[in-house]
């Protein structure tokens, strides 16, 4: 489906095919006008209810008052409430078995149909249950927020853990901080299973065999796909990451006088080893020290033709208290109000995290046509914008990058040269992780009852490479709170750098004619052309594969990731 057909299906032309009496094929005609009246009414209730809550959620963050807080979870429940709504959901669920059974449906209203019934879908949970689901993920998450690692009478904040593992030369005072930042896993491990069992039994009420196919099933995904897609992953970058993990471990040992099997999880950077540790000699933020991050971000992205003056005029950039020390942007009304949240200082995760937020906005209703109707006026997918948004921020270690832009730094190659290398462990590393994530939780919620602890070190100890620690029995799953707060979400983030991979492969190859390999964008306007063509312009009409079909010709796969990974 090409992006000029999306312009003629307008929704006024979708109004205007409804008969004012029926006609010879009554049946028809009465399935596309009954979709097009449930369509009518979801905008009419839900859009405001829609924009109410991305305003409160707005507000909530810049300021951090409980009052705006609690206005935040009013329009929240507002809204959950009407996508509960059973009488409302029963009558889409009859609209879309005609809609699937007739053949000659407009196909973008069919596709509206499917992507309202899936969003209702998720929010039939019996209400008991889904109390009793509320109840424990809010008991875990308050456990976590006062849990603190105790180490020889000392309390630790999450922060001074992980500075511990960053820079301590002492094993065991490294083994005694993370055994004790583990020990939430305890805490909260009754609560968990509990919830696990919970989610299980509302995802089996709604007809699917346990929670993680469900999460997956609501986002358009199969756990066999995502599995297979996770196999060739694996196949293809594993030669590669076992090389990086010995280069590590040699380092890691030199600096702990011990031999790289005597290498423990407490050795690594961080408390799950999802990050690389500073195995190069080179300061990435000395560039950045001195440099307009924000005028950088606006140049490079008004040169590739996809300028962002408007989204940052409405956004709230530097720190300030009660703010949100994160970064998001968010979409507040698909009529072109983005906005982007963030706390720039001059360093390269900045400019990295500027570069990213920027990406989802120029993947919003800014670029995406009006022409389309609401309920597909958004990102194709979750892992599509976080490919997108991935795909610039990359740009922020790339030495050719800073040059091309006016920056400064004193030795071009060096940065280069370490930049992608250090980009490169990042993703083998965050890739063997997801591994992991993936993994755990498909198993878990597949078979609660089995030995969860033995579950995660296995997989721990044959995608990561990392040893488990000698004679431990404990929860250390539980001790991640993704598992609670956004669970069955983590692949999309891998895939989403898959995504980001074939984009650039494709933009490369076919628009700049460059290689992959050296390929900037700055300046060149086809960037945002094609761009806007290919991927942004079709919005949700199509599922993620077929919007990666038609932006790179080929379905979502590992290849160009793992070709960007090979040396
Ligand atoms: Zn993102």
Request: proline fraction near 0%.
């Given at each position: 489906m090409s992006p000029t057909i999306h312009a003629i299906f307008t929704a006024g032309i979708i109004m205007s095919s409804i008969p004012s009496s029926f006609g010879a094929d009554t049946r028809q005609d009465s399935v596309a006008s009954r979709a097009h009246q449930f369509v009518e009414e979801h905008e009419a209730t839900v859009r405001p209810l829609e924009k109410a809550v991305s305003l409160a959620w707005w507000s909530a963050n810049i300021t951090g008052n409980d009052a705006d807080f609690k206005t935040k979870e009013d329009a929240q429940n507002r809204l959950d409430a009407a996508l509960a709504d059973p009488a409302r959901f029963a009558r889409l669920r009859d609209v879309r078995a005609a809609a699937r059974a007739a053949?000659?449906?407009d196909p973008i209203l069919r596709r509206e149909i499917e992507v309202l019934y899936l969003q209702y879908l998720e929010k039939q949970v019996d209400p008991a249950l889904l109390q009793g689901m509320t109840a424990r993920a809010n008991a875990v998450e308050k456990a976590f927020n006062v849990y603190r690692a105790r180490v020889e009478g000392k309390e630790l904040s999450d922060s001074e853990v992980r500075k511990v593992l960053k820079e301590s030369k002492s094993s065991d005072l490294r083994r005694k901080v993370w055994e004790s930042s583990k020990g939430v896993g305890a805490v909260v491990e009754a609560d968990l299973k509990a919830l696990v069992l919970l989610r299980n039994e509302a995802a089996r009420k709604l007809g699917f065999k346990d929670y993680h196919a469900m999460m997956l099933e609501l986002n358009e995904q199969r756990q066999d796909q995502v599995l297979k897609l996770f196999d060739e992953l694996d196949q293809l970058t594993r030669g590669p990451f076992r090389r990086l993990k010995a280069e590590i471990d040699v380092k890691l040992a030199a600096d702990f006088g011990l031999a790289p099997s005597e290498l423990r999880p407490w050795h690594y950077p961080d408390p799950f080893f999802q990050e690389s540790p500073a195995i190069y000699a080179i300061d990435l933020d000395a560039p950045y020290a001195q440099a307009d991050i924000l005028g950088l971000a606006k140049r490079f992205y008004s040169g590739i033709g996809l300028g962002v003056d408007d989204v940052l005029a409405r956004s709230d950039l530097y720190e300030k208290s009660g703010k949100s020390p994160h970064a998001f942007c968010t979409d507040i009304d698909r009529e072109g109000d983005v906005r982007v949240l963030a706390n720039i200082v001059p360093n390269e995760r900045w400019m990295s995290t500027l570069l990213h937020e920027l990406g989802h906005a120029v993947y919003s209703s800014k670029n995406i046509p009006r022409s389309l109707p609401y309920a597909l006026r958004a990102e194709a997918h979750i892992l599509t914008t976080e490919g997108i948004a991935m795909l610039f921020e990359r740009?922020?270690?790339?030495g050719g990058w800073l040059e091309k832009n006016g920056v400064r730094v004193d030795d071009v190659r060096a940065f280069d040269d370490a930049g992608s290398k250090m980009r490169r462990n990042r993703l083998l590393i965050f890739a063997a992780w997801c591994q992991v994530m993936l993994r755990f939780e498909k198993g878990m919620y597949e078979d609660p009852s089995q030995d969860l602890n033995k579950l995660w070190w296995d997989l721990v100890e044959k995608y990561q490479l990392i040893r488990r620690p000698d004679g431990r029995n404990a929860p250390d799953y539980a001790s991640k709170i993704h598992i609670v707060s956004a669970p069955a979400y983590y692949h999309n983030y891998l895939m989403g750098q898959l995504f980001a991979s074939q984009v650039h492969e494709t933009l490369s190859r076919d628009v700049l004619h460059a290689d992959p390999a050296a390929a900037l964008y700055d300046g060149r306007p086809e960037v945002g052309k094609y761009l806007q063509e290919k991927v942004f312009a079709p919005g949700r009409s199509l599922p993620w594969n077929e919007l990666t079909r038609f932006a790179t010709g080929a379905e979502l796969n590992a290849n160009a990731f793992a070709a960007e990974l090979k040396n």
């Open positions: 053949k000659d449906l740009f922020s270690m790339s």
